[in-house]
Each structure stands twice: as structure tokens, then as C-alpha cells.
């Protein structure tokens, strides 16, 4: 069985939500926005948004960070029925083209994780090198290169191992998110498929990230995360043998 939806993170991103909901609803994909303590005139677009058919919305009053809201989305998603969630931005970074093709390949692949795979040619050079020195990390974590692109928040979650993670697992917070919960679904022994996509770029779409704060938080991750994989040595290596034996 496949019953997806969409989980969307927003914090005073209010400019594209329109025509993202409008689009999803071609779809008929129900949505989850998850309001992460945004002012107006994103809580009155929120508002109005979730009037319409298919749309509900999860409010907190004061910022949480990005992690924890999507880790309330999917639980959320997950008691209401849903199998899989499609995380999506909400600033329209992410090209909505590709939607159906990300849904399409969770059918294919139901227990793995979909994630989009950016181009680098496509990506401002500062981001480019954060993303670099986070896809190293992320290898030497899981002693595999199997995963692409931890960043992107472009993805689709099997929602039952998802929650199981949740239920035993700390997952950070905030913009180390997304890095965080795909290696431990990885370390859980899910597999992870890629999907590449645009990522649409602009100086008009203003970043949350704080450089100082952010950082150091994805610093403490990988830290953590490294530590984390010493544990699973043993079971990472019997992994990459088990996988290498298939692929012959």
C-alpha cells in the first residue's frame, strides 16, 4: 500500500505557498503545513490556505526549528494514515516537476528513502563547499557513499521506519535535520534512492541559515554522528560486503 501526502515546513516563507498548494492540489495530494512560529503576513496566507480541501495546519507560536516540526508533520502524517510524506520547502526552491517522479519512485522503492540529488553546477559557491565537506562526513558516517545529497530537504520518508527512528532516537532540531535523520534511517538499514532535480536559486528567496549558529550545530552532528558510527562498525562492514555481493 501507498497512501503518500506532503509535509511543508514554513517559517515566514509565504511568497510561493500559493501556487505550491495549488499545484499539490492538482495532484490530489493531501498537505500538511507546518507553521514553525511565523508572523504575519505568512500566518494570514497559512490561514486562508488551510480552508481548502486537503490542506491542514499544524501551528506552534513560538520557532522550534525545522527538525522539530517536520518530526511532528511525520508523526502526525503517519496516525492519520498516510505511508509515505513528501517533504517540501516552502520558499519553491524545489521544482515541483518532479513531484510526481518522486512519488512514482516510493512506489517502485516503498522502503527506501527518495531523496533529490542537486547539481553542483547549479549551486552558489558557498553552498556548493558546505555541501562537500558535509557529503565527506556523511560517507565516512555510514562507510558508504550511498548517500548523495544529505542536505536537500527534497524527500520522501517511509513514514512506518521514520517513526520507529523517532520513537528511539534524539534527531536535531534544526538545520542539521536533514543530514541527521537520513544517516540514522541509513544506520536503521534503510537504502536511499536519488532522484536528480533543479533546485531553483534566488537572491529574492531569503535563507534562514544561521552561518555562525547553523554551523556550529552541523559541526556538533558530525561529531556526534561519528561517534555514532564507531558503534556500527561491525554492521556497516557486513552491510557494504552483503551489497557488494549483490551488485555481482
Not at 534512492?193 to 549558529?213: A, G, M, Q
Request: hydrophobic fraction near 40%; glycine fraction near 4%; charge should be neutral.
Amino acid at each position: 500500500m501507498h497512501n503518500p501526502c506532503v509535509i511543508i515546513p514554513v517559517y515566514n516563507h509565504f511568497l510561493k505557498l500559493p501556487n505550491i498548494a495549488a499545484r499539490l492540489a492538482d495532484l490530489d495530494l493531501a498537505v500538511f503545513l507546518l507553521d514553525d512560529g511565523s508572523s504575519e503576513p505568512c500566518r494570514q496566507v497559512l490561514d486562508d490556505l488551510s480552508k481548502q480541501p486537503g490542506v491542514t495546519l499544524l501551528r506552534w507560536q513560538k520557532n522550534r526549528g525545522k527538525g522539530a516540526v517536520v518530526c511532528d508533520g511525520l508523526t502526525k502524517a503517519f496516525s492519520d494514515g498516510y505511508t509515505h510524506a513528501l517533504q517540501l520547502d516552502a520558499d519553491g526552491q524545489h521544482d515541483l516537476d518532479d513531484v510526481e517522479n518522486m512519488l512514482e519512485k516510493s512506489r517502485n522503492y516503498p522502503l527506501s528513502v527518495i531523496s533529490a540529488c542537486r547539481d553542483y553546477d547549479e549551486m552558489p559557491k558557498s553552498r556548493c563547499r558546505g555541501r562537500k565537506l558535509t557529503d565527506v562526513w556523511v560517507w565516512i558516517n555510514t562507510l558508504s557513499f550511498t548517500i548523495k545529497d544529505s542536505m536537500c530537504g527534497f524527500r520522501v520518508y517511509p513514514l512506518a521506519a521514520s517513526i520507529a527512528l523517532l520513537a528511539k532516537s534524539n534527531i536535531c532540531q534544526r538545520m542539521d535535520f536533514d543530514t541527521d535523520i537520513i544517516v540514522k534511517l541509513y544506520w536503521q538499514g534503510l537504502e536511499v534512492e536519488h532522484l536528480s532535480s533543479r533546485i531553483i536559486y534566488s537572491d529574492e528567496i531569503p535563507s534562514h541559515f544561521d552561518v555562525l549558529h547553523d554551523n556550529i550545530r552541523i559541526s556538533l552532528m558530525h561529531t556526534k554522528l561519528f561517534f555514532g558510527m564507531i558503534f556500527r562498525i561491525p554492521q556497516l562492514i557486513i552491510r557494504k560486503k552483503a551489497r557488494r555481493g549483490n551488485e555481482k
